[in-house]
């Protein structure tokens, strides 16, 4: 019974030295010494190898290495075959980190004063209090409700919008289709923190854009996918958004003389928003492998129907 690992061979190199310390009875292996395929039942992955289950017929169990799993062909994956996303403390606090600098930046109008020193342009400009910043969060899951929470704190006012209705104390929730437009509405800064899937790809586009209030500013902490670039660039054009901060984009890496590397009023920083920390991503593993063998319900299965 063998657990492969196939994703940054650094990162799997701390991988083994963890499962070593906590699970030495499990044979770790690091892509592409997989030794006997027919070991091998659980696969921690980026992109999963073609052919998975001809090449590991006895797999049990997928996990994602990120939080995400929109980068997995599921039509390539067996339906009975669990894929377990990342949920672990190291990722949601790294997230929580960076959604708080992309609104401080975007409130601040730090993305505007980098743009006036490229120019040595010294100009000021009204500093706006948090209360009278509205900030609202696409994506209540896992990673939202925790930015929600932390930009809560600074004394924005904070709504989010999810699927399902969630609670959040502090935190004005909505939810489905028919509330995104008063969420919107009320959303000076706008952070995404969706899935990519087929219903959230492309969604922050013109017809969304057209939804807030005018020069609202935005944060694509997501999937790159989620974003329609050249709807952005016309938005920032016309003003109806004023500033951008992007940790993703589509493809990646953005290529050399893209339109988004150059523009004044655009921040990008290359998809580092959040990382998994072997440390803890390794306990979560574990754990899920004990609950596994158990029966009981994985932390981060992957519901296939709404694909995250
Ligand atoms: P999660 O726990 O699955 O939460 C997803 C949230 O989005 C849920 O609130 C869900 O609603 C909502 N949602 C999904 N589809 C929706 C739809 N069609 N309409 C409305 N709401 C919808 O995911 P997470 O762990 O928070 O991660 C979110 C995403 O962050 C990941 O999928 C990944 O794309 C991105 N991410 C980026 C980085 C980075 O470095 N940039 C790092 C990690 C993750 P319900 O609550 O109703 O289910």
Not at 167 to 195: H, N, Q, W
């Amino acid at each position: 019974m063998t657990f492969l690992y196939k994703s940054d061979p650094t990162r799997g190199l701390e991988w083994a030295r963890l499962f070593a310390q906590k699970a030495p009875e499990l044979p770790f292996r690091i892509w592409p010494d997989v030794g006997d395929p027919g070991e091998v039942r659980f696969l921690a992955a980026w992109m999963p190898p073609a052919e998975i289950m001809a090449t590991f017929p006895n797999l049990e169990l997928l996990f994602s290495v990120g939080a995400g799993v929109d980068q997995f062909d599921f039509s390539a994956l067996p339906q009975e075959l669990p894929v377990v996303r990342m949920v672990e403390p190291g990722i949601i606090d790294s997230m929580v980190e960076y959604a708080t600098l992309a609104v401080l930046a975007l409130h601040r109008d730090l993305v505007t004063y980098a743009a006036q020193q490229r120019e040595q342009v010294w100009r000021q400009i009204r500093v706006r209090p948090a209360a009278q910043r509205r900030v609202g969060i696409l994506g209540l899951g896992t990673l939202g409700e925790a930015v929600s929470r932390k930009l809560a704190g600074f004394g924005f006012p904070v709504a989010g919008w999810s699927r399902s209705r969630r609670a959040i104390e502090g935190v004005t929730c909505y939810a489905g289709a028919d509330e995104m437009k008063a969420f919107l509405a009320r959303s000076d800064i706008l952070v995404c923190l969706l899935p990519l899937t087929a219903e959230t790809r492309g969604i922050l586009g013109a017809d969304l854009f057209a939804m807030l209030p005018e020069g609202a500013r935005l944060a694509n902490c997501g999937r790159g996918g989620h974003l329609d670039q050249d709807a952005l660039l016309s938005a920032l054009d016309s003003g109806r958004i004023s500033a951008a901060v992007l940790d993703v984009t589509d493809p990646e890496p953005l290529p050399a003389g893209h339109p988004l590397w150059n523009h004044p009023q655009i921040l990008v920083t290359p998809h580092i928003a959040s990382m998994t920390q072997p440390e803890t991503a390794v306990d979560v593993v574990l754990d899920n492998l004990k609950r596994h063998r158990a029966g009981e319900p994985l932390v981060g299965l992957v519901d296939r129907g709404r694909g995250y």
